[in-house]
């Protein structure tokens, strides 16, 4: 019985063991983005002046690195909130409102042309925003400027 006690206590230890080890911690500096940023410029697609990448998936929220050098579509996410938190550029963030031409493009999202009203919010180097759920939205962005930004997108549900 005792070498029974032993063998599941050590299992326990060493499964509370695996699983700390399989957490990790997420750093990115200010230099790491700047560097992702200026690799990103080459692949910017001319067509719609953006390129982002998905760089950590959690079980309830993902990070994205995201550069756009033209208007973004205007986005609604019926259960996830956007954290944007400015790292190169100038931007108009524009919430609210009703979105132009909206279609749904997966469960639970859509995408439109634009915003019709709605209020603007001038983000730069530094700024952090939350968007929650449910909250119309676009990124627009002077001609000839760009926009680099950290996300984290949240499942937040209503």
Known sequence: MLKLLFALSLSIVCSAAAMAQAKKIDFYSASDLAAREQAMKAKVDPTTG????????????????ILREKDGQSELHDKVADVFMAVDGKAELWTGGTMVDAKTTDKG??????????????????????????????????????????VVKSEEGK
């Open 109 to 150: 999202e859509s995408r439109g042309s634009g915003l019709n009203g709605g209020s603007k919010i001038l983000l730069q180097k530094g700024d952090i925003v939350h968007i929650p759920a449910g909250i119309p939205h676009q990124v627009r962005i002077a001609k000839g400027g760009h926009f680099a930004y950290f």
């Open 50 to 65: 953006l390129v982002g990448v998905t760089l950590e998936k959690y079980p309830n929220h993902l990070t994205m690195f």
